[in-house]
């Protein structure tokens, strides 16, 4: 199942770049903790297969700058992902035995519970608050013949530790927390605390708040000492 996800995960990437859409496209979700073994190659770090999940997100920070038009359902199709739509507004996410595809959107002013139209993608988006924070901190690695954008571990870190204190079943909130500190103490050891304080103080002190009581349930002291320190 591993091998198999990570195969149509890359086959994925490379049909994006092939089509001219990667570049407009930002790796979000659990699949950026795999890519980010080549970021930690010199530092211990997490064991990457055990955070995966089927769910692959790509950020698109301003959907009117999308130049390329791509159906993406049709891209896949031959993969064997198939159009599903989600909730009574219709939600599009395309679905694999391996691997569920969706697009999304940061929320920006009152917000939208609607889809946001990716008519170019042939596709729709979830909008999502805090979303800006990993599109404001980017960070690219090279697979293959090709580059991927994904947030720097710092803020995916620290987002994570954010979105658990919003999430409705404890053992998903445990599982951020977790990955968040892993992440955060593989930082640590590269030599990147000030990279962490830095991208910690540029938040607005609520979100600062619920970075601080994530690490708190965590009990993970080093961390908040590191924050309080500015």
Not at 51 to 75: C, G, Q, W, Y
Not at 204 to 220: D, T
Request: with cysteine; aromatic share 8%; net charge positive.
């Amino acid at each position: 199942m591993e091998k198999k996800q990570s195969d149509l995960c890359f086959e994925i990437l490379k049909r994006f770049h092939k089509e001219g859409i990667l570049d407009e496209l930002i790796l979000i979700g659990s699949w950026c903790v795999y890519f980010y073994k080549e970021y930690f190659n010199n530092v211990p770090y997490i064991d990457q297969a055990a955070m995966r999940t089927r769910d692959i997100d790509f950020l698109i920070d301003n959907p009117s700058k999308i130049k390329h038009a791509v159906n993406v359902p049709e891209l896949l199709k031959d993969l064997g992902f198939v159009t599903i739509l989600k909730g009574s507004e219709g939600y599009i996410k395309l679905d694999h035995p391996d691997l569920l595809l969706e697009f999304l959107v940061p929320e920006r002013g009152k917000g939208t519970d609607k889809p946001v139209l990716l008519e170019k993608l042939g596709m729709n988006a979830v909008a999502l608050r805090f979303l800006n924070l990993l599109a404001d901190n980017l960070i690219t690695i090279k697979v293959e013949d090709f580059h991927i954008s994904m947030p720097h571990p710092a803020i995916f870190a620290l987002h994570k530790l954010i979105i658990s204190q919003r999430r409705f079943k404890e053992e998903k909130a445990i599982k951020d927390r977790n990955t968040a500190v892993d992440i955060l103490k593989a930082l640590l050891h590269k030599g990147d605390a000030a990279i962490i304080q830095r991208m910690f103080n540029s938040m607005i002190p609520k979100w600062q708040k619920k970075v601080i009581e994530g690490l708190k349930k965590a009990g993970e002291k080093e961390i908040l000492n590191l924050l309080a320190a500015k």
